[in-house]
């Protein structure tokens, strides 16, 4: 694969400082840039590499457009620059968001290696004798014939798309996805290997025994548009509601939804987080690896939580919430997390020492 | 799916006070509920609800049961009720469980909407040309000969049932399900998708280059009757003992299981938990998500382990137990973990003061 | 199976004490050997269990050796031991390192008992009509032409091996397991059930509406040799750099590796473990069950981070690291976690306290 900076220019806008027939083939972090390569800077804190990168083009702001062809980025950069006065200047693409640029660019890039793929899929299952009467299902996968996958999803190898289940236009199951009874994917979707839909919700009551008698998950899942999907993440259907992933949500590998959850448009969930069920997550939050938010729980619009952290009641007022264990060495960690244990008494004992100060502050009879 | 009251309480008992003739479609919240639904009070909190839902029979307790038709239930449920005198009030199932009864209706309800959906099954498997011996096997599962699946067990698209291994009569492998060599699941068992029994355990050795040597797992797994496992959890095969699921355990999705672990019978394990080699939990245990317990540990019956904790020694008395730092605004967190860093050597400084206000208590020479 | 001593002891070394014609059938943990059972004494501490144990034979080192004969080993083992005079002594492997010999053993022990498993693989393969040319392939798999398996990996049943992935000599990848295009599996791997390898990274960029767009992901990951992956682990494809897994790295159940990520050679993960994207782990590293490690950090070699800890910056020094949360009784606990949130306060409070004893010092005027 290799394009011009006239062909990626033209694709994708901005504006071009250099030759627009400089011949690229591949993308690359500065420091690791070819004169082959694009690059891209991300954040004004990398601004030094201007200097020194090899890359054959670079994408950057306006801002940051002119430290390229200066010899010293020193007062931006807070490092030393030195001049390599021997280095060919890379030719620039100037658009006020480079990184949003290069995700597009990431996009347009591996359209062009795929060289349409899907299709590429469709001709080859119908050369094939096992195709399926829609040729981007993989034959090895078993739907259902009540199943609804549009024509222009596709569904690669080993899915299994059960009865009523719903797919929507250019969706894409990666391999060993199952989307269960009546759940509904929408369009544009991506969903990674070994994702669940619709498994049972974790719903039991006691009986008189203290046995588990098992509730039946009667609802679904809807998932909204453009939402991808993270590798072996699982989402559960409702018990009596479904549980629903609105559009352009986020969720990365190894994530347990649980029953009856609503995640909000555009929120990202990092991986390993659990959502236990009946949970409310509202639109444009994140949510960092491995938290923990617990049931019945409402999270407002524009919530972060930190990483590993675990909430435990509502959180009404967006912002950033946090509630790990700082790490220390662990002889260290072992003496604060002893005394933590006594933290509530120390409290007592502060108060005890106050009282003592503030009766000797008294005057003298 | 309808049914009538006359049908559901001779099924499932319970004292019906309205008309037996009152048809319903659907099982929904007391607060989502239309004139066609059933719904249930399962706990008096929610009692307020009952003044204004739409629901066409509601599932109480005897206790609960007057306030529907009360016009009032401030008193009870802490909130100012408005009489509703225009609605039709709900017809009631009294029983002394509401909830359990709704587990046991969820279940009767889902039975009904699959419309003996094991025997249909069954009978396209037997109408296809690709069927397996055992119709309840689904073609593409890839069943060793030499594994044993009773004749009523039910084996969904895509499993991989190994060599030796065994299924019980009445389990269901929803799907993308492995049972790995020599493994057995017991009776009445449902496991989800994605679900893997009798991976190798971790267990390693280190040589003298502090390279790992692989120790085999020669031992496997062993799950009693009645046990529900979720979407993608693991449970490892033993390195010389066997595994051993109890009867009536119930694990959530994302669940790791390390090797010869033992988890008593009836206990309930969340989401997202991890369970470290050779522990031991008793029975009726639950375990929130989230949750790691440590290995070679050993967890009393009746122990609670609250959500995200970590469980560092056996526990040996019933209680509940947690660990896990309070979730807080990212400004406010960053101070106290700060702080917390340094706790051993404010408690110190605590001794210290507690020193010198004794040192000024004594008398004067 | 079963082997003799003299089998044994001819194929792994040691220097047997006893005779070579014991007959064993099982390997057994101390407590649980019967006589025709071979065990091992890991550590020191369980040396009084030499005293009762009924083993036919024991692997020990120099040391413990003799205690094996003596009649007790209460100066060793700190447990009062009752001479068994009845019990006939069992056979003795002295070898230095026990734990390491029984790893040894169990390798040889688990290739007997498959009776050369992939040669009937291939066997029963060859005589199948639905044979792959490779009959180590399992015919349910889905290998992509453009892929290569080398001629002695063993593929089993319902994998995915994407265009361009390699799979390097003797690796051996159990059922269910994905891996994705262009991405490199080395020699002599083992990848349980479930595992995806060559998942997209989790990466996006805002756009003006805060949406987020997807960056491709166009590099791949790569994995060299001796490497074991557990049941439903995921590694996702890098978005420019490969994720690379070093020669001999151990990964347990249900771990997250994110994209850009690199893990030394010989370093070990414990099952649930989050690394997020862009993470560098030294060589002969060790993280503990369900810890999570943050993006962009770089771990020296020989770090060990205990479970469920977060690493939130990157460690230069070797050693043990924590920061989790200690476990206490929930009554307990609550408190102590409440004073945690006014931590910041506490020691505000501790300061003014030392201000004021310091003022009293002060001789007066």
């Known amino acids: 694969m290799q394009a011009t900076l006239a062909e990626i220019v033209q694709a994708l806008g901005g504006k071009l400082q250099g030759?627009?027939?400089?011949?690229?083939?591949?993308?690359?972090?500065?420091?690791?840039a070819t004169p082959q390569a694009l690059s891209f800077l991300s954040h004004a804190r990398y601004a030094h590499e201007l200097q020194t990168t090899q890359a054959g083009a670079v994408i950057v702001s306006p801002e940051s457009a002119p430290l390229v062809h200066s010899s010293?980025?020193?007062?931006?950069?807070?490092?030393?620059?030195?001049?390599?006065?021997?280095r060919p200047k890379p030719a620039l693409i100037v658009t006020p968001e480079p990184y949003l640029y290069y995700a597009r660019l990431s996009q347009w890039w591996a359209a062009r290696i795929r060289e349409n793929d899907h299709a590429r899929v469709a001709r080859e299952a119908v050369a094939g004798s096992a195709a399926h009467p829609n040729p981007l299902i993989h034959p090895s996968s078993v739907v259902h014939p009540e199943a609804r996958v549009a024509a222009s999803a596709r569904v690669g190898p080993l899915c299994v798309i059960e009865?009523?289940?719903?797919?929507?236009?250019?969706?894409?199951l990666k391999s060993h996805v199952t989307v269960g009874e009546r759940c509904e994917v929408g369009r544009d979707c991506i969903l990674h290997a070994g994702?669940?839909?619709?498994?049972?919700?974790?719903g039991f009551a006691l009986d008189a025994h203290q046995h588990w008698v098992k509730i039946e998950q009667l609802a679904a899942v809807r998932i909204g548009n453009g939402v991808e999907i993270g590798a072996n993440t699982c989402i559960d259907r409702g018990a009596l509601i479904d549980t629903v992933i609105e559009d352009g949500v986020k969720l990365d590998n190894l994530i347990q939804i649980g029953h009856n959850v609503r995640i909000g448009a555009h929120s990202a969930l990092a991986g390993c987080v659990g959502v236990a069920g009946s949970a409310t997550i509202g639109q444009h939050c994140t949510v960092g690896g491995g938290a923990v938010i617990l049931g019945h729980l409402s999270l407002a619009d524009s919530v972060h939580i930190s990483a590993a952290s675990v909430v435990t009641r509502s959180i009404a007022v967006a912002g950033q919430y946090s509630g790990f264990f700082p790490l220390d060495e662990n002889a260290h960690w072992e003496k604060n997390a002893a005394a933590l244990k006594q933290l509530h008494r120390?409290?007592?004992?502060i108060l005890t020492l106050e009282r003592e100060n503030a009766s000797r502050k008294e005057p003298p009879a």
């Open 19 to 32: 030759s627009p027939d400089t011949v690229l083939t591949c993308i690359m972090p500065l420091s690791l």
């Open 72 to 86: 010293d980025v020193a007062g931006v950069a807070g490092v030393a620059g030195v001049a390599h006065l021997s």
């Open 163 to 172: 009865r009523g289940a719903v797919v929507g236009e250019g969706s894409w």
């Open 195 to 202: 994702v669940v839909i619709g498994a049972d919700g974790f």
């Open 346 to 349: 120390l409290r007592q004992r």
